[in-house]
């Protein structure tokens, strides 16, 4: 248990519509990462918050969005869903420095159909 | 960050130790080396960085070249729950973000 928990683990939705994914990094880290894994993509960085401010952002997709929050969780929201941006959806959370071990949560596991 | 080459697959047999190699022939002098890995249907786990010496943890050994240009990671005793994918990763912490940018990776097969 790495101490990151992601909600919810499976998610089946509707292309067009929206939902959010959430993430809760382990108690005391101030960053949180989010990426991307599709079969044919890899693990692909989108976004990262630090102490609530965003501090760096990937290959994200327009519709998608994320925030962190001041009780330090975090929140991607993914809209207008397309049938390709069915992948798994990770969360990391580390302490302020990166050179220490990232974290990373069990992943939610996004079905647009 | 620079980029790094691992081969696609490697087998290793259950119990014999398992040498991982990474070519990062572009690292600079702040690249830090880090070794993450993936089991099927988890999420990625840390395995162990470094940055120009060798490094031992309860896990691996990490193996640097002296010119730094490649590193080995290194599994004295493989496991079946060792069969994962993994991932050799440099971060110019001082000079970029904070994210780790993962390539293709190595897949490894552990057999009986």
């Known amino acids: 248990d790495s101490g990151v928990t992601q909600t919810p683990k499976h998610l089946i939705t509707a292309t067009g519509q929206r939902v959010t994914l959430r993430c809760s990094p382990r108690s005391g880290d101030l960053s949180v990462y989010w990426y991307q894994q599709s079969l044919d993509q890899g693990l692909q960085f989108l976004i990262q918050y630090y102490n609530g401010e965003e501090r760096a952002k990937g290959n994200i997709l327009e519709r998608f969005s994320a925030q962190q929050f001041p009780d330090l969780h975090s929140e991607l929201n993914l809209s207008s869903l397309e049938l390709g941006d069915s992948a798994l959806y990770f969360c990391?959370?580390?302490?302020?420095?990166?050179?220490?071990?990232?974290?990373f949560g069990q992943g939610t596991r996004l079905t647009v159909v | 960050d620079a980029k790094t080459t691992q081969p696609n697959s490697m087998e290793s047999n259950e119990e014999e130790p398992v040498h991982l190699p990474c070519n990062h022939s572009?690292?600079?002098?702040?690249?830090?080396i880090h070794w993450y890995r993936q089991l099927p249907s988890q999420g990625p786990e840390y395995v162990i960085h470094g940055l120009t010496s060798n490094v031992n943890n309860r896990m691996a050994s990490l193996a640097i070249a002296e010119d730094r240009k490649s590193s080995t990671l290194i599994l004295h005793r493989a496991t079946l729950r060792d069969a994962a994918v993994y991932y050799c990763i440099l971060r110019d912490v001082p000079n970029a973000g904070n994210m780790l940018t993962f390539g293709g990776g190595t897949r490894l097969m552990v057999k009986p």
């Open positions: 572009t690292i600079s002098g702040t690249d830090y």
């Open positions: 990391a959370s580390s302490p302020r420095h990166m050179n220490t071990e990232a974290f």
